[in-house]
């Protein structure tokens, strides 16, 4: 049923975006109907409005053609045309919708409750700089001397910053890291040595997770810093993963010392093998992202998830 045109000029506008929404699913739904697979793909190609894309995402009858596999190389093209590279395992409409909300949230400066809930729809999506500014906003929370909740938001912090690591391999475990590493300076700072010692080695062990995947992680280290290379996250201290892990040995020697060097290599090497047979493919890619919570992937329902669809 086509919506009810109003008298009111005001909502013209609103009444004729509503006609396309509906007349672009229409058009989905009579060719699925009819098990026209091509005539649903052309209806998406040649859809101008990437806001109906957006609005119709949640329909499951139009989210299997979105992500047809015969489309991958349209989504792969449009992505590329906002200088971001396709991504090893997250499928290039996610990413597209993900910087969708992203760009929307970077457009209202101050923090407010409209531009967190943006931040947070592009996070579902995997937005590698969403959940990064959220994570920074957690940590401006952690070092505001008047929260005393110190431990929740830690615990908050080191969950969006592993999701991170497992879903942008180097570039993740960089800034899980630093998080560690900040962690460990409050420890420190509260002369805590022993949890200390402990959040300085996983910030060693995941710097050397980070430099196992560097061959992996072309694309996202692309993304994560505008096509400028790791020399582009001089801001957080780390340009050269070695001169990093020299760096962090050096400055705390007593936690660090060669054993514990010995258990972070270890470590290390168990996390990236199992990341290094997901990005390959050799892994199960759709429970990987199911347990990494990126939207329309189900845990329970794997056969169904979106790399399922040919």
């Not at 694309?219 to 962090?248: E, P």
């Amino acid at each position: 049923m086509l919506p009810q045109k109003t008298t009111s000029h005001h909502t013209d506008k609103r009444y004729f975006k509503k006609l396309r929404l509906v007349n672009f699913k229409m058009r989905i739904y009579n060719a699925h109907g009819l098990n026209r697979i091509n005539d649903a793909l052309e209806a998406i190609k040649s859809q101008p409005d990437f806001k109906i894309i957006i609005e119709l995402i949640d329909d499951p009858i139009v989210r299997q053609y979105l992500y047809h596999e015969d489309l991958r190389e349209f989504w792969d093209k449009i992505l590329r045309a906002k200088d971001l590279q396709p991504h090893p395992i997250i499928h290039s409409l996610h990413l597209c919708i993900g910087y969708y909300f992203y760009n929307k949230a970077c457009r209202i400066r101050e923090k407010c409750e409209k531009k967190t809930q943006l931040l947070l729809k592009a996070e579902e999506y995997g937005c590698f700089d969403a959940i990064l500014e959220l994570n920074d906003n957690l940590y401006d929370e952690f070092c505001d001397p008047k929260n005393t909740d110190k431990n929740l938001i830690m615990k908050q912090m080191l969950a969006r910053m592993t999701r991170l690591a497992n879903l942008h391999a180097t570039p993740g475990f960089i800034h899980l890291a630093k998080i560690c590493l900040h962690i460990g300076n409050y420890w420190k700072s509260i002369n805590n040595s022993n949890a200390a010692s402990t959040s300085y080695a996983m910030a060693l062990q995941h710097l050397y997770t980070a430099k196992k995947l560097l061959p992996y992680s072309e694309a996202t280290i692309n993304n994560a810093y505008s096509g400028q290379g790791l020399a582009a996250s001089n801001k957080w201290g780390i340009d050269n993963i070695d001169t990093a892990i020299k760096s962090l040995v050096e400055a705390y020697p007593c936690s660090l010392d060669q054993a514990t060097i010995a258990r972070a290599q270890k470590g290390a090497d168990f996390a990236a093998s199992a990341l290094i047979s997901i990005f390959r493919g050799t892994g199960d890619v759709n429970q990987h992202l199911a347990t990494h919570t990126l939207a329309h992937y189900e845990q329970q329902q794997p056969v169904g998830s979106l790399r399922a669809i040919t």
